[in-house]
Protein backbone atom coordinates (compact mmCIF):
# COMPACT_ATOMS: atom_id res chain seq x y z
CA UNK A 1 0.00 0.00 0.00
CA UNK A 2 0.83 3.50 -0.63
CA UNK A 3 0.01 6.22 1.28
CA UNK A 4 1.00 10.47 0.57
CA UNK A 5 0.26 12.64 3.70
CA UNK A 6 0.00 16.26 3.12
CA UNK A 7 0.23 18.23 6.63
CA UNK A 8 2.22 21.45 7.90
CA UNK A 9 4.14 19.31 9.92
CA UNK A 10 5.63 15.62 8.85
CA UNK A 11 7.39 15.51 12.18
CA UNK A 12 4.28 14.89 13.86
CA UNK A 13 4.13 11.25 12.51
CA UNK A 14 7.25 10.23 13.74
CA UNK A 15 5.50 7.47 15.42
CA UNK A 16 4.63 5.79 12.43
CA UNK A 17 8.54 4.64 12.22
CA UNK A 18 7.55 2.15 14.76
CA UNK A 19 6.17 -0.73 15.28
CA UNK A 20 3.70 -2.58 13.55
CA UNK A 21 3.53 0.47 11.05
CA UNK A 22 7.04 0.28 11.29
CA UNK A 23 7.44 -3.07 10.41
CA UNK A 24 5.67 -3.20 7.66
CA UNK A 25 7.72 -0.34 5.66
CA UNK A 26 10.61 -2.30 6.34
CA UNK A 27 8.79 -5.23 5.07
CA UNK A 28 8.36 -3.61 1.63
CA UNK A 29 4.09 -3.54 2.46
CA UNK A 30 4.03 -0.22 3.14
CA UNK A 31 5.36 2.83 1.36
CA UNK A 32 4.21 6.27 3.27
CA UNK A 33 5.37 9.63 2.05
CA UNK A 34 5.03 12.84 3.36
CA UNK A 35 4.25 16.33 1.48
CA UNK A 36 4.27 19.91 3.43
CA UNK A 37 2.21 21.63 1.48
CA UNK A 38 3.27 24.92 2.72
CA UNK A 39 6.17 24.61 0.18
CA UNK A 40 3.75 24.89 -2.55
CA UNK A 41 2.27 28.00 -1.67
CA UNK A 42 2.41 30.80 -3.66
CA UNK A 43 1.54 33.93 -1.39
CA UNK A 44 4.28 33.97 0.53
CA UNK A 45 4.19 30.36 1.89
CA UNK A 46 0.81 31.62 3.03
CA UNK A 47 -1.69 28.19 3.25
CA UNK A 48 -4.48 30.28 5.10
CA UNK A 49 -6.57 33.13 4.65
CA UNK A 50 -9.95 35.35 5.82
CA UNK A 51 -13.05 34.02 4.65
CA UNK A 52 -15.03 35.89 2.28
CA UNK A 53 -17.93 37.27 3.94
CA UNK A 54 -16.20 37.44 7.07
CA UNK A 55 -16.33 35.27 10.46
CA UNK A 56 -14.38 34.19 12.57
CA UNK A 57 -10.95 31.89 12.24
CA UNK A 58 -8.97 31.90 8.45
CA UNK A 59 -9.23 28.89 5.84
CA UNK A 60 -6.83 26.30 4.15
CA UNK A 61 -6.23 27.66 1.09
CA UNK A 62 -6.85 25.74 -1.92
CA UNK A 63 -3.95 26.78 -4.14
CA UNK A 64 -1.62 24.79 -1.79
CA UNK A 65 -3.55 21.55 -1.57
CA UNK A 66 -4.39 21.65 -5.50
CA UNK A 67 -0.75 22.39 -6.54
CA UNK A 68 0.83 19.77 -3.92
CA UNK A 69 -1.70 16.62 -5.21
CA UNK A 70 -0.77 17.56 -8.65
CA UNK A 71 2.50 16.57 -7.77
CA UNK A 72 2.19 13.62 -6.00
CA UNK A 73 2.88 10.15 -8.74
CA UNK A 74 -0.59 8.26 -8.50
CA UNK A 75 -3.06 6.14 -9.76
CA UNK A 76 -6.37 6.18 -8.63
CA UNK A 77 -5.96 6.60 -4.88
CA UNK A 78 -8.82 7.54 -2.39
CA UNK A 79 -8.54 11.10 -0.89
CA UNK A 80 -8.95 11.32 2.60
CA UNK A 81 -10.04 15.10 4.05
CA UNK A 82 -9.77 15.00 7.90
CA UNK A 83 -12.75 17.06 8.86
CA UNK A 84 -15.32 16.74 11.57
CA UNK A 85 -18.44 17.12 9.54
CA UNK A 86 -16.99 13.68 8.17
CA UNK A 87 -18.37 10.01 8.28
CA UNK A 88 -17.12 8.19 11.92
CA UNK A 89 -14.07 6.13 11.38
CA UNK A 90 -14.60 2.93 12.59
CA UNK A 91 -13.31 -0.86 12.19
CA UNK A 92 -15.24 -1.20 9.09
CA UNK A 93 -14.09 1.90 7.34
CA UNK A 94 -10.46 0.35 8.42
CA UNK A 95 -11.50 -2.63 6.69
CA UNK A 96 -12.48 -0.82 3.73
CA UNK A 97 -9.48 1.01 3.54
CA UNK A 98 -7.28 -1.83 4.18
CA UNK A 99 -8.42 -3.34 0.66
CA UNK A 100 -7.13 -0.03 -1.15
CA UNK A 101 -3.57 0.03 -3.05
CA UNK A 102 -3.36 3.98 -2.71
CA UNK A 103 -4.31 6.11 0.29
CA UNK A 104 -3.64 10.47 0.41
CA UNK A 105 -4.63 11.66 3.51
CA UNK A 106 -4.85 15.87 3.80
CA UNK A 107 -4.20 16.97 7.45
CA UNK A 108 -6.15 20.29 7.92
CA UNK A 109 -5.92 23.16 10.49
CA UNK A 110 -7.41 26.28 11.44
CA UNK A 111 -11.14 26.79 10.60
CA UNK A 112 -11.78 24.81 7.84
CA UNK A 113 -11.19 24.11 4.33
CA UNK A 114 -11.84 26.07 1.31
CA UNK A 115 -14.94 24.19 -0.06
CA UNK A 116 -13.24 23.51 -3.53
CA UNK A 117 -10.52 21.72 -1.75
CA UNK A 118 -13.76 18.96 -1.24
CA UNK A 119 -13.96 18.15 -4.86
CA UNK A 120 -10.63 16.62 -4.90
CA UNK A 121 -11.60 14.44 -2.38
CA UNK A 122 -13.65 10.70 -2.25
CA UNK A 123 -13.69 10.44 1.65
CA UNK A 124 -14.56 12.97 4.48
CA UNK A 125 -13.89 10.87 7.55
CA UNK A 126 -14.01 11.89 11.38
CA UNK A 127 -12.35 10.44 13.97
CA UNK A 128 -15.04 11.36 16.55
CA UNK A 129 -17.64 14.01 17.53
CA UNK A 130 -14.81 16.47 19.22
CA UNK A 131 -11.91 19.08 17.49
CA UNK A 132 -8.56 18.32 16.85
CA UNK A 133 -5.71 21.42 16.80
CA UNK A 134 -5.38 19.40 13.59
CA UNK A 135 -5.62 16.33 10.59
CA UNK A 136 -2.17 14.96 12.53
CA UNK A 137 -3.04 12.78 14.97
CA UNK A 138 -6.54 11.24 13.22
CA UNK A 139 -5.03 10.40 9.97
CA UNK A 140 -2.43 8.39 12.15
CA UNK A 141 -4.90 6.63 14.16
CA UNK A 142 -6.77 5.91 10.75
CA UNK A 143 -3.61 4.77 9.10
CA UNK A 144 -2.56 2.57 11.78
CA UNK A 145 -5.88 1.26 12.47
CA UNK A 146 -5.85 0.17 8.74
CA UNK A 147 -2.09 -0.83 7.90
CA UNK A 148 -2.56 -3.80 10.72
CA UNK A 149 -5.42 -5.65 8.60
CA UNK A 150 -2.78 -5.57 5.09
CA UNK A 151 -2.13 -8.95 4.68
CA UNK A 152 1.15 -10.30 6.15
CA UNK A 153 1.62 -7.35 8.15
CA UNK A 154 0.68 -9.39 11.48
CA UNK A 155 1.62 -12.74 11.69
CA UNK A 156 -1.58 -14.43 12.21
CA UNK A 157 -4.74 -13.29 10.40
CA UNK A 158 -6.66 -14.59 13.50
CA UNK A 159 -4.54 -11.74 15.53
CA UNK A 160 -6.83 -9.00 14.41
CA UNK A 161 -10.06 -11.12 12.83
CA UNK A 162 -10.64 -11.79 16.81
CA UNK A 163 -10.06 -8.15 17.64
CA UNK A 164 -12.98 -6.05 19.53
CA UNK A 165 -15.41 -4.04 16.60
CA UNK A 166 -14.24 -6.88 13.95
CA UNK A 167 -16.34 -9.48 14.68
CA UNK A 168 -19.33 -6.57 15.63
CA UNK A 169 -18.97 -7.29 19.53
CA UNK A 170 -16.74 -6.62 22.57
CA UNK A 171 -13.59 -9.01 22.70
CA UNK A 172 -13.79 -11.36 25.52
CA UNK A 173 -11.16 -12.02 28.37
CA UNK A 174 -8.10 -13.48 27.69
CA UNK A 175 -5.58 -14.07 29.92
CA UNK A 176 -1.92 -16.21 29.91
CA UNK A 177 0.48 -17.13 32.40
CA UNK A 178 0.80 -17.61 35.65
CA UNK A 179 -2.66 -19.84 36.32
CA UNK A 180 -3.08 -18.39 39.94
CA UNK A 181 -1.82 -14.50 40.47
CA UNK A 182 -2.51 -12.91 43.73
CA UNK A 183 -5.23 -15.58 44.11
CA UNK A 184 -6.97 -14.59 40.59
CA UNK A 185 -6.92 -17.70 38.56
CA UNK A 186 -7.46 -18.12 34.73
CA UNK A 187 -11.40 -20.11 34.35
CA UNK A 188 -11.05 -23.11 34.28
CA UNK A 189 -13.09 -23.77 30.91
CA UNK A 190 -9.42 -22.29 29.20
CA UNK A 191 -7.83 -25.04 30.86
CA UNK A 192 -10.11 -28.13 29.63
CA UNK A 193 -8.43 -27.96 25.99
CA UNK A 194 -12.16 -28.91 24.73
CA UNK A 195 -12.08 -25.95 22.04
CA UNK A 196 -16.06 -26.01 21.77
CA UNK A 197 -16.77 -25.26 25.45
CA UNK A 198 -14.19 -22.54 24.50
CA UNK A 199 -15.71 -21.43 21.93
CA UNK A 200 -18.87 -20.96 23.75
CA UNK A 201 -17.37 -19.04 26.55
CA UNK A 202 -15.81 -16.69 24.84
CA UNK A 203 -18.87 -15.97 22.57
CA UNK A 204 -21.08 -15.71 25.76
CA UNK A 205 -18.61 -13.12 27.52
CA UNK A 206 -18.18 -11.11 24.24
CA UNK A 207 -22.15 -10.76 24.01
CA UNK A 208 -21.60 -9.79 27.78
CA UNK A 209 -19.22 -7.12 27.90
CA UNK A 210 -21.14 -5.46 25.08
CA UNK A 211 -24.04 -5.85 26.15
CA UNK A 212 -22.87 -4.13 29.58
CA UNK A 213 -20.48 -1.73 27.93
CA UNK A 214 -21.60 -1.16 24.48
CA UNK A 215 -25.17 -2.38 23.98
CA UNK A 216 -25.72 0.35 20.75
CA UNK A 217 -23.28 -2.45 19.05
CA UNK A 218 -25.87 -5.26 19.35
CA UNK A 219 -28.58 -3.23 17.33
CA UNK A 220 -26.48 -4.00 13.78
CA UNK A 221 -25.20 -7.84 15.30
CA UNK A 222 -25.76 -10.71 13.33
CA UNK A 223 -27.27 -12.91 15.64
CA UNK A 224 -27.46 -16.58 15.41
CA UNK A 225 -30.09 -19.20 17.16
CA UNK A 226 -26.84 -19.71 19.75
CA UNK A 227 -26.02 -15.75 19.87
CA UNK A 228 -29.42 -15.14 20.66
CA UNK A 229 -30.26 -17.30 23.54
CA UNK A 230 -27.03 -16.42 25.11
CA UNK A 231 -27.91 -13.21 24.96
CA UNK A 232 -31.17 -13.76 26.51
CA UNK A 233 -29.42 -15.49 29.40
CA UNK A 234 -27.42 -12.85 29.87
CA UNK A 235 -30.31 -10.58 30.18
CA UNK A 236 -32.23 -12.49 32.91
CA UNK A 237 -28.76 -12.75 35.41
CA UNK A 238 -28.18 -9.06 35.39
Known sequence: MKIDILTLFPEMFAPLEHSIVGKARDKGLLDIHYHNFRENAEKARHVDDEPYGGGQGMLLRAQPIFDTIDKIEKQQPRVILLDPAGRTFDQGYAEELAQEEELIFICGHYEGYDERIKTLVTDEISLGDYVLTGGELAAMTMIDATVRLIPEVIGKEASHTDDSFSSGLLEYPQYTR????????????????????????????????????????????????ESQKMLEQIKQKI
Do not use: A
Not at 196 to 204: D, T, V
Not at 206 to 224: H, I, M, W
Open 178 to 225: PYDYRGMQVPEVLMSGHHENIRKWRLYQSLKKTYERRPDLLENYDFTD
